[in-house]
């Protein structure tokens, strides 16, 4: 059954009763109002001399069509797909399920590099059967695990629960007492530490042990990195890379990037291994190189940098997410799709935020309930663009699933797309009226306008995965949820600035009176609880046809946490480590 239901999340209906003018400047202060404020932004009067519009100043892409079009990737052919299939098999060969049995640690430990190395998608078999074995044999009865190492206890806790299985959190208990008498220089037992506070983040909500072992753990570790008091070089980097984002936050790619250079430094690193691993990275990036290619032929065609110049132009960063979400050479069309989305989402939310004003905003959002190409003749202009654009765009792929998979979806997507439109056009008139919302209310329909679940319905539609049930859209809701919060705390002070309606940092701050410290420090731990509901879901669902959808939401919640993690509008204005992790990522082969 094609279950459309599942990861449908509706809009909420826009009842809310009006804040006055007077309370908002007096209660936040300088928002301001769409189309008369002076306010310090650069505006620009249009050809109708009664429209004022506001300009986000975001920087042009610094990527060209012809630059995208001329990228080679030399690891093609059967010479690397020779080398590739033999480093395969030796690093099959090292996955041993004598050593899970006999030496459980040191296959935990292989697991963990293949993993974070980000070539894991190679070896699942075999990895779900030597963590089966250390399971069985060491994990299900867990009383002896108390007196067991604490490396051994938390890198396995870590592990297992990533791959589903139920490790409760009482292997923990006495840890503080434990830890104390940790030696701070001893690197093997900061290793422990370390495993145990990445092991803390699959935490669900009432794990109190874990919470505490987070929290003691993460004291420690700064001290040890203030105090500069191991000389590890490579301990150094993990306990600093760790405390920046915890391992579960990060997007794959970027780890394996980062993870390929710290592990060089690994005193007792297996060369084979990385040697693999930087083959596979590059063979990779020649397929990503592929999908670019493709998609920049698809931007370049749509002309929306030319004809919607006002608004961001992003392809390259799209990919970036896209390339984030699902690596895997199967997944093309998922990846080449989410770019697709996500480029023409930031120019539709900037029309919503930025450019349009609300009678032409309204008049948008009825075309696309309509999904109709007659009569768009009343549009102006750029919205003739931007609406075409759209439903071409969006009809050409369900199109293919149509082909493909003989369904069709367009009925459902399209619903997905007027969910999003009329959150945005509650933005708008929130915006317009000057409405502050609680941060409840605020959230709910900003979990919709942060685009997560238009993009993956789509998805869903596109690639026909036939998975039904309640866990997926609160995968979907939660993942919206973090990229939501993560949005916030890295934008927020741009959107305020140029005008646009308070966000949950000021929704909370209106609310409580909070200061603007404490209101972040609180959108924070909602992230951690959300990242609690999250785990417990990604725990609950097992059927292996919902795997792949279930890390493209996760994994674009995290990509939101690495992009705003300063705090700055790193996608908008992309800054030069932004741009480096681009051109790694999608350009520089590793050597
Ligand atoms: C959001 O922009 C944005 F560009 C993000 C989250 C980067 C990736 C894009 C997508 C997943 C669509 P902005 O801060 O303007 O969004 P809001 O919703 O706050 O206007
Ligand atoms: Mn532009
Ligand atoms: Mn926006
Ligand atoms: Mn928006
Ligand atoms: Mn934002």
Known sequence: SFAMSSIYISCMSPAFSRASRSTRIQSIGGFQNRYYSTGPTAMAVTSDAQIVRRSANYPPSIWSYSYLQSLTNNYVGEKYETM??????AVRKMISEDGAVQDPLSTLELVDDIQRLGVSYHFRDEISIVLKMIYHCYYEVHENLKKSDLNFRALGFRLLRQHGYHIPQEIFEDIEYEIRNVKSHVPEDIVGMLNLYEASFLAVEGEGILDEAREFITKCLKVILE???ICNQFMLMLISHALELPLLWRPPRFEAIWFMEAYKMKSDMNSLLLEFAELDFNI???????DLKYTSRWWDGLGWDKNLSFARDRLVESSMWAVNACHEPPYGVLRRSITKLISMINVIDDIYDVYGTLDELKQFTEFVKRWDSNAIEELPHYMKICFLGLYNTINEMAYNTLTKNEL?????????????????MVEAEWFDSGYIPTLEEYLKNSCITISLPVILSNIYFFTSHDITGEALKNVVHYSSMILRLADDLGTSSAELERGDIPKSIQCYMHETGA?????KAYIKKLIMRTWKRLNKERMSVNHPDSRIFIECATNLGRMGQFTYNKHEDLFGSPDDWYTSQAISLLFNPKS
Do not use: M, R, T
């Open 227 to 229: 105090k500069n008091s």
């Open 84 to 89: 590739s299939h033999s480093l395969i098999e």
């Open 284 to 290: 990779l990036q020649g397929i990503h190189q592929d």
């Open 515 to 519: 200061y603007e410290e404490e209101a």
């Open 408 to 424: 069709l979806v367009i009925p459902y997507v399209k619903k997905s797309w007027v969910d999003y439109c009329e959150a945005n």
